[in-house]
Nanobody, 126 residues
């Protein structure tokens, strides 16, 4: 099973990007999906997650109200819509699939995720 991220790029502060997470030989519909990010020299941090069973979402405090995670059932992907981007959002963003079949709620703890993508780079700069 693999997941692939796409949608990263360079954007000005205040701009928007939409990241997508696509699964190969894994159905992202059945598992909790998490988004994480990492800045060089820092630890990876959880950004958001979406539970499989009841589509409950969680967000890290700094992205609440700006980022939205959702499933696109037509495309079989999980998207992270990022609005009002800030320079401090600059990072490599990773999508991850939970180790076990998804439940009612999710957590953005790395230990709960077993399949990771290679990451997509988001740069917010003027």
């Amino acid at each position: 099973a693999q997941v692939v991220e796409s949608g990263g790029g360079l954007v000005q502060p205040g701009g928007s990007l939409k990241l997508s997470c696509t699964g190969t030989r894994v159905s992202v519909d059945r598992y909790d999906i998490g988004w994480f990010r990492q800045v060089p020299g820092k630890e990876r941090e959880g950004v958001s997650c979406l539970s499989a069973a009841e589509h409950n979402a969680r967000y890290e405090d700094s992205v609440k109200g700006r980022f939205t995670i959702a499933r696109d059932y037509a495309k079989g992907t999980v998207v992270l819509q990022m609005n009002n981007l800030r320079p401090e959002d600059t990072a490599v963003y990773y999508c991850a699939v939970s180790k076990f079949i998804g439940g009612r709620d999710c957590n953005i703890f790395e230990s709960e995720y077993g399949t990771w993508g290679q990451g997509t780079t988001v740069t917010v700069s003027s």
